[in-house]
């Protein structure tokens, strides 16, 4: 219902040009995830999150581009500033870093010997759920360990030369 209404709203609003709305949160700060807004950024064609934080003796304002249709856009939050004279000025945000999955696959590889040794079931759940992990996702643990404690609580079976 709400969705059919805000769809109409916006495709008659978009025939007479550009359509700015604005939509103030009331839930958990900087989440985009309350039902109030998810329909209306769904439908939107660009989003952006501004964000206002008093904190203590300071303020701290971000802005971040949400959704972009068919644009290129920055994928970070960006700190910024109102300046007399200046107006809004956007600064660097901090860049985010490159995703890696080094430790996920290499664990692949060293338990591709243990395949049918340990029960098949887990043998994919395993690999089901490396294929959506990342490096960071390991912080501080190598692959020997994760691996020991894989081994470690599904041992293979018997006869195995592996250890």
Same mark, same amino acid.
């Given at each position: 219902?709400?969705?059919?209404?805000?769809?109409?709203? =916006? +495709?008659?609003?978009?025939? #007479?040009?550009?359509?700015?709305?604005?939509? *103030? &949160?009331?839930? @958990?700060?900087?989440?985009?995830?309350?039902?109030?807004?998810?329909?209306?950024?769904?439908?939107?064609?660009?989003?952006?999150?501004?964000?206002?934080?008093?904190?203590?003796?300071?303020?701290?304002?971000?802005?971040?581009?949400?959704?972009?249709?068919?644009?290129?856009?920055?994928?970070?939050?960006?700190?910024?500033?109102? =300046? +007399?004279?200046?107006?809004? #000025?956007?600064?660097?945000?901090?860049?985010? *870093? &490159?995703?890696? @999955?080094?430790?996920?696959?290499?664990?692949?590889?060293?338990?591709?010997?243990?395949?049918?040794?340990?029960?098949?079931?887990?043998?994919?759940?395993?690999?089901?759920?490396?294929?959506?992990?990342?490096?960071?996702?390991?912080?501080?643990?190598?692959?020997?360990?994760?691996?020991?404690?894989?081994?470690?609580?599904?041992?293979? +079976?018997?006869?195995?030369?592996?250890?």
């Amino acid at each position: 219902q709400q969705r059919d209404v805000i769809g109409f709203m =916006l +495709k008659e609003t978009r025939r #007479v040009g550009t359509v700015l709305c604005t939509l *103030e &949160e009331h839930n @958990t700060l900087g989440s985009l995830s309350g039902p109030e807004t998810v329909i209306p950024m769904y439908l939107a064609d660009n989003v952006i999150h501004l964000r206002f934080v008093a904190a203590g003796s300071g303020v701290s304002r971000t802005v971040k581009i949400v959704k972009a249709r068919s644009t290129r856009h920055s994928e970070v939050e960006h700190p910024y500033s109102i =300046l +007399k004279g200046l107006g809004v #000025v956007v600064k660097s945000g901090e860049v985010k *870093e &490159e995703i890696t @999955t080094q430790i996920p696959s290499t664990l692949k590889d060293e338990l591709r010997p243990y395949a049918g040794r340990i029960p098949t079931s887990v043998y994919r759940r395993l690999h089901k759920a490396l294929n959506e992990l990342e490096d960071a996702d390991f912080e501080n643990l190598s692959v020997d360990e994760v691996l020991k404690y894989i081994l470690m609580e599904y041992p293979p +079976k018997k006869g195995d030369d592996k250890q």
